[in-house]
């Protein structure tokens, strides 16, 4: 990759690590350095069991269902499968092939990746899996900022790996109700994606996420109901839903202001009243957040955005209302 600095053992693109706290930096190098010569082991021992680390792939995703559903994640098996054909990661697995533990990167440009999907069965946790795999992600991700969304349980591993907090992402969910979003800016029409939008979604897309996520974008665009909000011949922002877990997800979510998001997400809303709909809000907007409460989608929990490298988000233009999942951003 052209656009890497290497500050000491630091891998991050040019820039990036001056705007890391060097306390963060110091956590990051001494969690790499904690087992260095191993990282690139395929065998690990935890407990009293050897593991295997294998490269993910579709014959997996039984597999690393099995390890969400130990954990009470939501996911069903095409939602892993969908993760798995966007993203890449690994499982340790047992000498007769039980998962153990699980950590995946979703790359987007040249330099930015996602990191998600890390999980370590309940009855192995801490006792360094999670570390072990997070460092072989980090490894192979080197030379990007990474992101990711930290549960309570995930957060001193990030921490400890160099992570820094970014802000709070709240889990809406709940059964929808009919409430229409409190006003309609003037002359805008929310309406179903045509392909000749395509290019305004991903420009949208491109700057709220802080990255051009060309691979992640097709895939959810193949699974995915879309409506843009079209306002003078522009499209001012979008939104998509699909099936996810108990329900339908909704996100992603971009708009540049509260009331076109309100209004993108309030189409669905009405289009699955009474049926469980789900929204990962990423916004310090507290209109759009109680129009998701309003509306039947109270917060059931919140997780931490964390950043390792630039923050990558905007500050201005179009923003990220609504997260295409939490391990997706
Ligand atoms: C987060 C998770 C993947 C970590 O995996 P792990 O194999 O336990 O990781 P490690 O053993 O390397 O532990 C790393 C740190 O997390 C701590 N930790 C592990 N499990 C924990 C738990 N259940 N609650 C609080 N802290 C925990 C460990 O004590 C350790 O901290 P230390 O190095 O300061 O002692 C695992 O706890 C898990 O699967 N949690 C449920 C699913 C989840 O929330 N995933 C995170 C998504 S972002």
């Not at 969304?149 to 790996?161: F, K, P």
């Not at 000749?196 to 420009?203: G, K, V, Y």
């Not at 709909?277 to 916004?283: P, V």
């Amino acid at each position: 990759m052209s656009v890497v600095e290497e500050q000491s053992d630091v891998v991050l693109p040019v820039g990036s690590a001056e705007l890391m706290p060097p306390e963060a930096l110091a956590r990051y190098r001494a969690f790499m350095l904690r087992e260095a010569p191993k990282i690139e082991s395929d065998w690990l021992q935890v407990d009293i069991y050897k593991a295997s680390i294998e490269g993910l792939d579709h014959s997996m995703v039984p597999r690393l269902h099995e390890l969400t559903v130990s954990v009470f994640w939501p996911h069903r098996a095409p939602d892993i499968a969908l993760m798995v054909d966007i993203g890449s990661g690994y499982v340790a697995l047992d000498q007769i092939g039980r998962p153990l533990s699980s950590a995946m990167s979703f790359p987007a440009d040249e330099d930015f990746a996602m990191l998600g999907m890390m999980v370590t069965t309940p009855r192995l946790q801490a006792q360094g899996t999670g570390g072990r795999l997070l460092r072989r992600v980090m490894r192979d991700q080197a030379g990007r900022d990474l992101r990711l969304s930290a549960t309570r349980q995930g957060y001193r591993l990030y921490e400890s790996a160099g992570f820094v907090k970014v802000g709070t992402v709240s889990q809406h969910q709940g059964r929808a109700r009919a409430i229409r979003p409190p006003e309609t800016p003037q002359g805008l029409l929310v309406r179903p994606m045509e392909p000749e939008d395509l290019p305004s979604l991903r420009a949208l897309d491109a700057h709220a996420y802080g990255a051009k996520r060309t691979v992640i974008l097709d895939a959810l665009l193949k699974v995915s109901e879309v409506v843009v909000a079209e306002r003078g011949g522009e499209v001012e922002g979008y939104a998509m839903l699909r099936k996810f877990g108990k329900g339908r997800l909704v996100g992603p979510v971009v708009a540049e202001q509260d009331a076109v998001a309100m209004q993108l997400t309030g189409h669905f809303v009405l289009a699955h009243e009474g049926e469980f709909l789900r929204c990962d809000s990423m916004t310090e907007s507290a209109a759009f957040e109680a129009f998701l409460s309003a509306a039947g989608l109270g917060v059931f929990d919140t997780v931490t955005d964390m950043r390792f490298g630039r923050k990558r988000r905007p500050e201005s233009g179009p923003q990220t209302y609504g997260l295409a999942l939490q391990s997706l951003g």
